[in-house]
């Protein structure tokens, strides 16, 4: 049963407003090629738009070196620091971040 109030549909984000960096995987391309410059280690990038295409949602996994026995708190803050722009004009962002394994 819902809360009062809360409904058990679909969560539906609005887009503020189709923006030159959102276009497709133009935003997704662009955040790409900042963290790559950022993190030239880096064995594995991969963002992805989650807001439908308005590119007010990202989720962003960056495997890279430099994460080497860094707590995840101290990756994410490289990464958010490394988007830093960007990040003013998004809704939402989701950081997966890791060391390369062995």
């Given at each position: 049963m819902a809360a009062a109030g809360l409904s058990r549909g679909p969560l539906f984000l609005r887009c503020r407003s189709w923006r030159g960096l959102a276009s497709g995987t133009d935003g997704e391309s662009r955040l790409?090629?900042?963290?790559?410059d950022k993190f030239p280690r880096a064995s594995a990038i991969k963002v992805v738009d989650i807001s439908g295409g308005c590119g007010d949602m990202y989720?962003?996994?960056?495997e890279s070196e430099e994460f080497r026995e860094k707590r995840p708190v101290q990756q994410h803050r490289m990464v958010t620091q490394a988007l830093s722009e960007?990040?003013?004009?998004?809704?939402?962002?989701?950081i997966f971040t890791s060391a390369p394994k062995g």
């Open positions: 790409a090629r900042l963290l790559r989720e962003i996994h960056v960007e990040i003013k004009h998004m809704h939402g962002l989701r």
